[in-house]
């Protein structure tokens, strides 16, 4: 189910954290990566202001790929490839 989100980038799962506080967004990240295969990319969407810096410290420390991220109003959405 490998879907356009962005030109040029695609995601094979999608995760929404609207309205979930930290540090919910990225539990429930990190559930949903856990059943993707390496290489496949969760698409995640928040309100949560901190989950900027989580979801950047959590790709780095746990070897995914932050692809692309971004902040719109009030919404923030990232792109991860699991390692």
Do not use: I, N
Request: charged share 25%; net charge positive; glycine share 8%.
């Amino acid at each position: 189910m490998t879907q356009q989100v962005v030109p040029g980038m695609a995601c094979d799962a999608e995760l929404d954290a609207v309205g979930l506080a930290c540090p919910m967004p990225l539990l429930k990240a990190k559930l949903k990566l856990s059943r993707l295969a390496s290489g496949q990319v969760l698409k995640v969407t928040a309100t949560d202001p901190g989950s900027q810096r989580d979801f950047r410290s959590f790709a780095k420390l746990a070897g995914h790929a932050l692809l692309h991220e971004e902040a719109q109003e009030g919404l923030y959405r990232y792109w991860l490839r699991k390692a």
